[in-house]
Structures are given as C-alpha cells and as structure tokens.
C-alpha cells in the first residue's frame, strides 16, 4: 500500500468466482488490487490454485506483499469486519453513485472492505455494506469498477507506490520496451 495512506488495510472480497470461467478476470481483479493500492485480496467460497499462483508470481517479480486468503465465507467476513470496526463498501452499479460518497469514504480511516461480484451478487451484501457505490450507472466490469474507486480513493498516489523486494523493474520508453534486473545500474 502507498505508504502515505491513512490506510492500514484495504482490502478486496471477491465473490462468486466460478474456476471454469473466471480464472482470468478474478486474476485481473487482483493485479488491479495489488497495483492500485489495496493490501489485501480475498477470494469467496473457493480456492484456486492457478489464480492465487498467478498473484503470487506477480508480487515475487514485481514486489510488494499482499494478504491472499481463499475459500473463506463471505458473509462471516463481512459480519466479522464490521465488527472489528471495518467498513465495507460493495461496488454495485445500483449504488450511490461515487461522486457522491467517495469523499465521505476517503476521510474515514476505518479500514475499508472492497466487494466486487461476478454473477448476480446475493441481498446480504446490499444489505450489510456501508455503502453500495456505481461506478457510473451503466453495466461494466468489476476490473473496471475497482480499478476507477481505488484510483478516485486514493486520488491517483497509487501511481507513486514503490513495491519493496521487486526483482524487475520497467524503464519508461517512447518505443519498444526496457525491463532491468534489479541491481543493474539504472
Ligand atoms: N448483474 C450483476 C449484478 O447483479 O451486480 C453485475 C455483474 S458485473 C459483470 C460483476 C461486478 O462488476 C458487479 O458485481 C460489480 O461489483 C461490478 N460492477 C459492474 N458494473 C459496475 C458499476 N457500474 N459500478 C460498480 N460496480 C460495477
């Protein structure tokens, strides 16, 4: 996480993760997480392996350390955040549009729970979430979706977070591509 957050966890829950079709999308959803700023990735009701390696490798070349937790129940997780003093903030095109609440969510420095879904996303999460937040009224993407509230959450400083223990690292270029060891000279 960007070490100038106020942040001492945000993390993502993603729900309803189907292994036969979904392995890349709920990959994404995680490298948006890590690369955006959240400190924790949280999968619902199933493990998968080729998912977890994926976020795994990601974070062994390119740094950084993030909470991995899979198979969990997403509704105990939620009682169990909000009772520890958390916030959860589902992300919902039937939400309060974020506009409207992002700063009411930046200012508070209770550690916040992301949930995105992938089918239909069941009542209790409507229901136990602190906000229900549209990223935008119309149907897109929970990768999308994550991606525009952590960047609005924490006002583009993402882009600044330095990830500790990379092993490579990407030198911008006008053309082509550079990626240097680190210990190379830069
Ligand atoms: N019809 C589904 C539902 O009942 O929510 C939408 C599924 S959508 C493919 C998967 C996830 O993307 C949603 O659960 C939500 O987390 C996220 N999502 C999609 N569009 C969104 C929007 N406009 N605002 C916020 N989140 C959105």
Redesign the pocket.
């Known amino acids: 996480m960007d070490p100038g957050s106020a942040y001492s966890k945000v993390y993502v829950l993603r729900?309803?993760h189907r292994p036969a079709r979904d392995k890349r999308i709920t990959t994404h959803v995680g490298l948006v997480a890590r690369a955006f700023g959240a400190n924790g990735f949280i999968l619902e009701g199933v493990c998968d392996e080729v998912v977890f390696e994926s976020l795994r490798k990601t974070l062994r070349m390119w740094g950084g350390s993030m909470v991995l937790e899979c198979g969990v129940n997403g509704e105990e997780y939620v009682r169990e955040w909000r009772s520890s003093g958390g916030e959860v903030i589902?992300?919902?095109?039937?939400?309060l549009n974020?506009e409207d609440v992002i700063d009411a969510i930046r200012v508070s420095t209770r550690p916040k729970l992301i949930?995105?879904?992938?089918?239909?996303?069941e009542g209790f999460y409507y229901e136990a979430s602190d906000y229900n937040?549209?990223?935008?009224?119309?149907?897109?993407?929970?990768?999308?979706?994550?991606a525009v509230?952590l960047d609005r959450l924490f006002r583009g400083r993402w882009t600044n977070i330095i990830f500790e223990g990379a092993r490579l690292k990407i030198i911008p270029q006008s053309r082509g591509k550079m990626v240097v060891n680190i210990g190379d000279r830069i």
Do not use: I, R
């Open positions: 729900l309803g589902h992300l919902t095109m039937y939400g974020m949930v995105v879904g992938a089918g239909k996303v937040v549209a990223v935008g009224n119309q149907p897109h993407s929970e990768v999308s979706a994550l509230f």
